[in-house]
């Protein structure tokens, strides 16, 4: 088990703008993961300045079509490693109600030789086709095309992803996060998206192609932010009254004529964002339980009939831990210090890689109530830990 316990990130800076100030960039240093970040490009590169002692890094709230991380210090540099941008579910169902689509991610890290392949100077050309490392200079004598990375680097090393991360020097980690898949057809229900109806200003509201007005939490794949090209030019949702079927339900980013609706992608989002040195105690026991809590509405109806509403769902851990006296010591410690505040966990490590520990046991968890401790041993060596973990979304 591992926990975030020291966040190094001192600034964050992105190369595109936000949707509004309530959306800045720097939301994703706080403990608010529904209070993101939301850009107002289909593309937007993220940098972070990281304190030297960072071993992870943990995103939550994504929203994006695609994603790299990569980091770089003063004496290495890393490859360009994918982000998990799959939802929890391909059914389309998911988007009802639910404000986080995608699972957060724990990456570790350390610094440790290059093994990958390498290319000296003079380079007579070729394809590049995966991460490889260069002297600071290269002289071409041909046609180089890359299709990944190279980084031309003085040293031998390199930042690897790996289970249990080591201290880093001051570094920095760059998010690049695209958005590219047109949601104006995938409606969960109703129909697709046409046109655009405005009634006066940046008001109006999105129709089929025979002017019925579209019910949006049915089609619940446009929201705010969402960047909708109309009439050839970009527009980006500010604001959505109720379910968007009034005639100025729907305000844009600017002033939208009546026009036809060439394409609505998802904005890029993201929620927290955390890189610092880590607690890392032993995994959890066998019988440890992972549980959900779902904040849909249900009703039922004295005829016995029902209602219900499709909110959030979240998951908890029940943890049972055999700790060493020492990391028990310092796991108490960790709680004196954050108790009701959230943290970045990942429950266990280590697993077979088709365990996906890295997505589907981590997240931004929060305890529940205080941990118990009791003495496994006579000689004090080893006590049982029991917690419960809860996730912020």
Known sequence: MQIIQIDLISAVTSDASHLSSTFAVTNILNDIPSLQYICNSTSCTIVMTVSSGMQAAFFSGL???SGTIQLGSATADSEQFDINTTPYSSLSELALGSSQRISPEFFSFTVAPYTGPTISSPYSGGTISEYTQGPTSIELTGDVT?????????SSDSIQRVSTGSALGAASITLRLETSTDRKDSPVSGNTIHQWDQSSGVAGRFEDSSGNAINLNDHANVMIGSICTIGGSDYQVNKIIGDGTGVADVELSGSASDATVTAIKHPIKLGIARAGSVLNV???????????TDFSI????????????Q??????????????DSNAQSFEGFYRSFRSKPVPVIVADGLDSARNENTLMTGFYFFRSAPSMAYA???GSHTQVE???NEVI
């Open 146 to 154: 890359l299709e990944s990375d190279l980084v031309l680097t003085d």
């Open 311 to 324: 909110r959030n769902v979240s998951k908890s851990f029940t943890v049972s831990g055999l700790l060493t």
């Open 387 to 389: 917690f419960e973990l």
């Open 377 to 379: 041993v006579f000689n």
């Open 282 to 292: 032993e995994n959890p026991q066998l019988g440890t339980s992972k549980t959900f």
């Open 63 to 65: 929203q994006a079509d």
């Open 298 to 309: 249900r009703r039922q109806i004295e005829d016995g009939g029902y209602s219900q509403t």
